[in-house]
């Protein structure tokens, strides 16, 4: 194939502009190919194959046939790719104004770790609801959960702060959540 680009190349120096039509019907869709690649945008590729084949032509002169062309040819078109990669400008900013909105920016859009209001107020009234439904537990089973779950403390200092075995204060933890189950669930589906 060299042999047969290199001829072609000759032609196209002595003035023969359909030998080149040949060279870019032997290299276009592997030249796409190269240019989509790294643009990853179908028009833009062929936008810089067809430039590259362009430069290729006018500055034919200046190949050394001692290389190949296909490399002189993918340099030209990688050079292209990268110039139009730092020239892209952004499609958006972050400070411009979102259309159809009063004082909305792109800032807007951007995802948070925060909840939102009314995920909070959910928790928050779940929350409150529990604090209600461990309130109504037997003391036995409200001291062993509001210590492991409330003030998170281990079971050996629970056993200790109760003067229970830590047999008994697992027993109550047990129960104590499961009495607390049955109370959320016997008011409304939230566990």
């Known amino acids: 194939m060299d042999a047969l680009v290199n001829k072609r190349i000759k032609q196209v120096l002595k003035g023969d502009k359909d030998a080149f039509a040949e060279i870019v019907d032997l290299y276009k869709h592997k030249l796409f190919q190269v240019c989509f690649r790294m ?11 067809q430039e590259a084949f362009v430069r290729a032509f006018i500055n034919i002169h200046t190949f050394d ?3 190949k062309f296909s490399t002189w040819l993918y340099r030209i078109a990688t050079n292209l790719c990268i ?4 020239k892209k400008k952004p499609d958006y900013y972050l400070d411009a104004e979102v259309a159809g909105t009063e004082g909305l920016n792109m800032y807007s859009q951007i995802a948070t770790a925060e909840e939102l209001p009314e995920e909070e107020l959910m928790k928050l009234e779940l929350q409150d609801r529990i604090q209600y439904e461990i309130r109504r537990l037997p003391d036995k089973y409200r001291s062993a959960i ?3 779950y409330m003030e998170e403390l281990s079971l050996q200092e629970i056993s200790e702060i109760l003067e229970l075995p830590l047999g008994t204060v697992k027993t109550r933890i047990h129960r104590g959540r499961e009495a607390l189950r049955k109370q ?5 589906n939230f566990l």
């Open 83 to 86: 110039d139009r990669i730092r």
């Open 39 to 49: 643009l990853g945008n179908r028009h833009e590729a062929e936008d810089i194959a």
């Open 65 to 67: 046939q001692k290389r």
């Open 184 to 188: 959320l669930s016997k008011q409304s």
């Open 146 to 148: 509001v210590l492991k």
